[in-house]
Nanobody, 127 residues
Framework: VQLQASGGGLVQAGGSLRLSCVAS????????MGWFRQSPGAEREFVGT????????DIADAVKGRFTISRDNAKSTVYLQMNSLKPEDTAVYYC?????????????????????WGQGTLVTVSS
C-alpha cells in the first residue's frame, strides 16, 4: 500500500482544513487507517483512527470535538476534517495504514502499529 497525503497549508486560527490520504494498491477497505502528527522536536502524536469496519472512530482528546476522521472505500481515501484550528495544531500530519484486525484495539493509537505511512502534509495555523 502506498499512501499520498494532501490538503495541508497555512490557515488562521479558527479556520478549517480537510486533509486527504489516497491509497494505491490492493484492498484499501481491509485496512485500518490512522492520522498522526508531529511538531518539530516532538514525538509523533496520535490524532485519530478509523478501522476497516468503520464501526467506530477514535479521536485524540486534544482534538476531540474539532476533528473528525472518515473514509470512502470506493475512492480509497481517508479524510481528516479539522475545524476550529489552533496554533498548537501546527504540525506535519501523516496518514498510516495497517491490515485490519479487531484485536488491535487501543494499539491503533500507537505509531509502531502501522506498516505503511504517507509522506506527510504540513499544517500551519497562525494566531
Amino acid at each position: 500500500v502506498q499512501l499520498q497525503a494532501s490538503g495541508g497549508g497555512l490557515v488562521q486560527a479558527g479556520g478549517s482544513l480537510r486533509l486527504s490520504c489516497v491509497a494505491s494498491g490492493r484492498a484499501f477497505s481491509s485496512y485500518d487507517m490512522g492520522w498522526f502528527r508531529q511538531s518539530p522536536g516532538a514525538e509523533r502524536e496520535f490524532v485519530g483512527t478509523i478501522p476497516w469496519s468503520t464501526v467506530r472512530t477514535d479521536i485524540a482528546d486534544a482534538v476531540k470535538g474539532r476533528f473528525t476522521i472518515s473514509r470512502d472505500n470506493a475512492k480509497s481515501t481517508v479524510y481528516l476534517q479539522m475545524n476550529s484550528l489552533k496554533p498548537e495544531d501546527t504540525a506535519v500530519y501523516y496518514c498510516a495504514a495497517v491490515p485490519g484486525d479487531w484485536r488491535l484495539g487501543s494499539s491503533r493509537f500507537l505509531p509502531k502499529t502501522y506498516d505503511y505511512w504517507g509522506q506527510g502534509t504540513l499544517v500551519t495555523v497562525s494566531s
